[in-house]
């Protein structure tokens, strides 16, 4: 839905929820560490047609630092 497009429904009226990483972990992220510091921000798109969402990691450094932390097996533990 980054292209504004809702792949549900076809509508275009798509809403952008920026993530945000707050205190005690709060916010929509994904922490990699022990602090708040560690947290990667998730930006949330919903469609406000039929309530499909999606999630986005915007930045590409941050997509590095999951795959450091998780690999990039299917399945991996």
């Known amino acids: 839905m980054k292209n504004n497009i809702c792949p549900k429904c076809n509508s275009n009226d798509i809403l952008r929820i920026p993530g945000q990483v707050g205190a005690h972990g709060s916010g929509n992220n994904i922490i990699l560490g022990m602090t708040i510091f560690s947290g990667i921000p998730v930006t949330r798109f919903v469609c406000s047609h039929c309530g499909f969402s999606e999630e986005w990691i915007d ?11 998780f690999g990039t097996g299917a399945g991996k533990e």
């Open 59 to 69: 930045d590409p450094k941050n997509l590095e630092k999951l795959k450091q932390k």
